[in-house]
């Protein structure tokens, strides 16, 4: 059964960092692309960040490039974002998905929120 | 990177057919058809619906149905029904080599 969960969000001051997680079960993500995507409160969804299945291209929003990292860790089945430099616009719950095909996002987790506010 | 564009809401009766638009340009929606269509419910994870245009995914009612004329995607939900009230994003790939959501279409049936 597939599985995708997150973790690492939380309060954090502009200008902090965070690294979010997603443990996935049920497949390898060595396998797939896999995607991190946010939606603030209230807002619609954002596309963030992909990796490909060699695990050797990524490509990132432009609101986010030069800040977050995408990378992976095969021996965990894991995906990870590095969150730095935040802003509040960040603030909002932040999915990782397996992307299938290329707008084709067939497995989510629960998401996790990450809040910037000072 | 701009958002596509959706209308803010959409609404119908139980039974009617109502169709949520997406429009983009000849540098997303229009060169590709790498379109999908989400639904996301309150508090939940969002659910594909449709995939490469017109593809239901696994599951999906056929209810459901995906187009795709120049520069714009089109969801159509027939027979509307209760369950059906959320929200629904559509979704590009790009020239750019990423994606692109619109802004999202909230549902509400009366």
């Known amino acids: 059964q597939v599985h995708l969960a997150e973790s690492g969000g939380g309060l954090v001051k502009p200008g902090g960092s965070l690294t979010l997680s997603c443990e996935v079960s049920g497949f390898n993500v060595r396998d797939y692309y896999m995607s991190w995507i946010r939606q603030a409160p209230g807002k619609g969804l954002q596309w963030v960040s992909y990796?490909?299945?060699?695990?050797?291209?990524?490509y990132y929003s432009d609101s986010v490039e030069g800040r977050f990292i995408i990378s992976r860790d095969n021996a965990k089945n894991s995906l990870y974002l590095q969150v730095k430099n935040l802003r509040p616009e960040d603030s909002g719950v932040y999915y990782c998905a397996r992307q299938f095909r290329l707008t084709t996002f067939d497995y989510w987790g629960h998401g996790t929120l990450v809040t910037v506010t000072s | 990177q701009s958002a596509l564009t959706q209308p803010a809401s959409v609404s119908g009766s139980p039974g009617q057919s109502i169709t949520i638009s997406c429009t983009g340009t000849s540098s997303d929606i229009g060169a590709y058809n790498f379109v999908s269509w989400y639904q996301q419910h309150p508090g939940k994870a969002p659910k594909l619906m449709i995939s490469d245009v017109s593809y239901r995914h696994s599951g999906v009612s056929n209810r459901f149905s995906g187009s795709k004329s120049d520069n714009t995607a089109s969801l159509t939900i027939s027979g509307l029904q209760a369950e059906d009230e959320a929200d629904y994003y559509c979704i590009s790939y790009t020239s750019r080599n990423d994606v692109v959501f619109g802004g999202g279409t909230k549902v509400t049936v009366l």
């Open positions: 990796i490909s299945i060699t695990g050797l291209t990524m």
